[in-house]
């Protein structure tokens, strides 16, 4: 019978330690209900004494969000009364809180950074937990710096506040610093000390990225009897971020049979959880992170594509649809093969192409995709047209009649009247037009908007730099939604506002195509 794992999310506090990811108090509300929606057991909602908007914030998640007993809320303190006074008053609203401190226990905290003995920093940590104990009845203590401690005072430590009335005790690598077989070792004998004295306190862990195996080791702990990990969302965190919440869950679920443990998350909701905390920090999730990323269920490699094809086990251990996206990506770029091309054409409708017509078609392929780094479902059918333009002018398919081509565009920005002018072509028409916005990528979609006539909700826009220097290309995403589906567009050039009209450019052809695939290609047909 597998274990259940407990999961206690820090992204609202540990998480928002990353500079720059500050969280105002309608957002840490809007993130906790959404680890709500995911699963997640326990939410540490912040750190109240830091700030009287944190302690506002903290108290809103207890008020709106922990109101049902299926959740519990906390926020950190130090080992002092005020602290404890403050996450007491901030979360005592909610209908299962929980007061959490942390107190160092390594030398180089106890010697260096509190100058005091061990006795001392010990009798503290047990006067605290006594404290916590008579304003609630879930205390958790947190010995910071234990991978770096020495384990018999550790130990004593951890005896000491469990006698005190500690109901969990969270074991900190707080910088990184643990190998996850040495790790595994201390959790092991840390368990079963702990279940000798007190088997109904939980023993946690709380690892970090510093040497890139907070994911490691706290898999390594599971295996050696924690009950709870604590983890963030994308990894976020302190210098080089937390544990990843969902490389955790997901490698749970992907190795049952090894770890023989289990969490109450829904996995379906990873995605939406991961996106809603990237745009609210105005953190970007790299695109090869685990899970999570761009690229984390997205092949272009003709031997990987080829191998999904004929069976997704090939290449694929997760599903994308069990972490809430619609499917695998195959990106059409210069390294795909014949096989995923040919499937891209099957899907348009080309299902009878002679080995001719597709190596022709291929061909036209490869040089665009040399040209361009992904190539789309509407280059697809420009490129079919192309073909058939050079070798069968009595039966051609007019299929660039249907998409847009931005020719030039003009964006003023300033601080009254940001504006953009924009000259598209159609086929053989060219369309102009002028529009004002809030800000120039408004103006500038705006204008773009007025000429396509399609209807698209910006769901979500992000920019970024993939090389350096004054010539520095930027890549623009961007999410739109229309008639209730949703499209992904990228773009590249020196000139941002480049990037961002012919990303805009490529959703629009992208909810074309997606017209054109209902129409049988038969019925498309023209003869000149």
Same mark, same amino acid.
């Not at 009878?352 to 017509?357: A, I, M, S, V, Y």
């Given at each position: 019978?597998?274990?259940?794992?407990?999961?206690?999310?820090?992204?609202?506090?540990?998480?928002?330690?990353?500079?720059?990811?500050?969280?105002?108090?309608?957002?840490?509300?809007?993130?906790?209900?959404?680890?709500?929606?995911?699963?997640?057991?326990?939410?540490?909602?912040?750190?109240?004494?830091?700030?009287q908007?944190?302690? %506002? &914030?903290?108290?809103?998640?207890?008020?709106k =969000?922990?109101? +049902? $007993? !299926? /959740?519990?809320i906390?926020?950190?303190?130090?080992?002092?009364?005020?602290?404890?006074?403050?996450?007491?008053?901030?979360?005592? %609203? &909610?209908?299962?809180?929980?007061?959490?401190? =942390?107190?160092? +226990? $390594? !030398? /180089?905290?106890?010697?260096?950074?509190?100058?005091?003995?061990?006795d001392?920093?010990?009798?503290?940590?047990?006067?605290?937990?006594?404290?916590?104990?008579?304003?609630?009845?879930? =205390?958790?203590?947190?010995?910071?710096?234990?991978?770096?401690?020495?384990?018999?005072?550790?130990?004593?430590?951890?005896?000491?506040?469990?006698?005190?009335g500690?109901?969990?005790?969270?074991?900190?690598?707080?910088?990184?610093?643990?190998?996850?077989?040495?790790?595994?070792?201390?959790?092991?004998?840390?368990?079963?000390?702990?279940?000798?004295?007190?088997?109904?306190?939980?023993?946690?862990v709380?690892?970090?990225?510093?040497?890139?195996?907070?994911?490691?080791?706290?898999?390594?702990a599971?295996?050696?009897?924690?009950d709870?990990?604590?983890?963030t969302?994308n990894?976020?965190?302190?210098?080089?971020?937390?544990?990843?919440?969902?490389?955790?869950?997901?490698?749970l679920?992907t190795?049952?049979?090894?770890?023989?443990a289990?969490?109450?998350i829904?996995?379906?909701?990873?995605?939406?959880?991961?996106?809603?905390?990237?745009s609210?920090?105005?953190?970007?999730v790299q695109?090869?992170?685990?899970?999570?990323?761009?690229?984390?269920?997205?092949?272009?490699s003709?031997?990987?594509?080829?191998?999904?094809?004929?069976?997704?086990?090939?290449?694929?251990?997760?599903?994308?649809?069990d972490?809430?996206?619609?499917?695998?990506?195959?990106?059409?770029?210069?390294?795909?093969?014949?096989?995923?091309?040919?499937?891209?054409?099957?899907?348009?409708?080309?299902t009878?192409?002679?080995?001719?017509?597709f190596?022709?078609?291929?061909?036209?392929?490869?040089?665009?995709?040399?040209?361009?780094?992904?190539?789309?479902?509407?280059?697809?059918?420009?490129?079919v047209?192309s073909?058939?333009?050079?070798?069968?002018?009595?039966?051609?398919?007019?299929y660039?009649?249907?998409?847009?081509?931005?020719?030039?565009?003009?964006?003023?920005?300033?601080?009254s009247?940001?504006?953009?002018?924009?000259?598209?072509?159609?086929?053989?028409?060219?369309?102009?037009?002028?529009?004002?916005g809030?800000?120039?990528?408004?103006?500038?979609?705006?204008a773009?908007a007025?000429?396509?006539?399609?209807?698209?909700?910006?769901?979500?826009?992000?920019?970024?730099?993939?090389?350096?220097?004054?010539?520095?290309l930027?890549?623009?995403?961007?999410?739109?939604?229309?008639?209730?589906?949703?499209?992904?567009?990228?773009?590249?050039?020196?000139?941002?506002?480049?990037?961002?009209?012919?990303?805009?450019?490529?959703?629009?052809?992208?909810?074309?195509?997606?017209?054109?695939?209902?129409?049988?290609?038969?019925?498309?047909?023209?003869?000149?």
């Open positions: 019978m597998s274990r259940k794992i407990w999961v206690f999310d820090t992204t609202l506090r540990d998480g928002e330690q990353v500079p720059g990811a500050k969280l105002n108090l309608y957002e840490k509300v809007e993130i906790a209900q959404q680890l709500k929606k995911l699963g997640v057991d326990i939410i540490e909602a912040g750190f109240p004494a830091s700030s908007g944190d302690f %506002d &914030a903290v108290q809103a998640v207890a008020q =969000v922990g109101k +049902t $007993s !299926d /959740i519990m906390t926020a950190l303190a130090r080992a002092v009364q005020a602290d404890i006074d403050s996450v007491y008053h901030a979360v005592k %609203d &909610a209908e299962n809180p929980m007061i959490h401190m =942390v107190l160092g +226990t $390594s !030398d /180089i905290h106890v010697e260096k950074k509190f100058s005091k003995s061990k001392q920093i010990l009798q503290i940590g047990v006067d605290a937990v006594k404290y916590a104990k008579t304003l609630l009845p879930q =205390v958790q203590y947190s010995t910071e710096d234990a991978s770096r401690s020495e384990f018999e005072y550790l130990w004593k430590t951890i005896e000491a506040v469990m006698k005190a500690a109901t969990m005790i969270n074991v900190p690598d707080t910088v990184g610093y643990a190998e996850p077989e040495e790790f595994g070792a201390m959790i092991y004998k840390l368990n079963d000390r702990m279940k000798n004295l007190n088997p109904d306190v939980l023993l946690s709380h690892c970090h990225n510093d040497l890139g195996m907070a994911t490691a080791n706290t898999l390594a599971i295996k050696n009897g924690a709870k990990v604590e983890c969302i990894g976020i965190g302190e210098r080089a971020g937390n544990a990843a919440l969902e490389e955790v869950v997901m490698a679920n190795r049952r049979t090894i770890y023989n289990e969490t109450r829904i996995t379906k909701e990873i995605m939406n959880t991961s996106r809603l905390v990237s609210f920090m105005g953190l970007d695109v090869n992170k685990a899970i999570t990323g761009d690229n984390a269920f997205a092949h272009s003709g031997i990987h594509q080829d191998g999904l094809l004929k069976s997704r086990d090939a290449y694929e251990i997760v599903h994308p649809e972490v809430g996206l619609d499917d695998m990506e195959l990106i059409l770029t210069a390294r795909s093969g014949r096989h995923a091309v040919k499937n891209a054409l099957e899907k348009l409708g080309f009878q192409l002679g080995t001719e017509e190596e022709g078609i291929f061909e036209g392929f490869l040089a665009l995709a040399d040209a361009k780094k992904e190539v789309y479902d509407h280059d697809l059918y420009v490129i047209e073909y058939y333009e050079k070798h069968d002018k009595t039966n051609v398919t007019n660039s009649d249907h998409f847009f081509e931005v020719e030039d565009l003009q964006v003023i920005s300033n601080s009247f940001p504006s953009a002018s924009v000259k598209i072509r159609k086929g053989g028409e060219v369309f102009k037009s002028s529009a004002v809030s800000g120039p990528i408004d103006a500038l979609y705006s773009i007025e000429i396509t006539t399609i209807k698209v909700k910006l769901v979500e826009y992000d920019i970024s730099s993939v090389s350096r220097g004054k010539d520095a930027g890549k623009v995403k961007i999410i739109v939604e229309h008639d209730g589906e949703k499209y992904i567009a990228k773009a590249a050039d020196t000139d941002i506002l480049k990037a961002s009209a012919f990303a805009y450019m490529n959703a629009i052809n992208s909810i074309v195509s997606a017209g054109l695939r209902k129409v049988p290609v038969e019925e498309m047909a023209i003869t000149r």
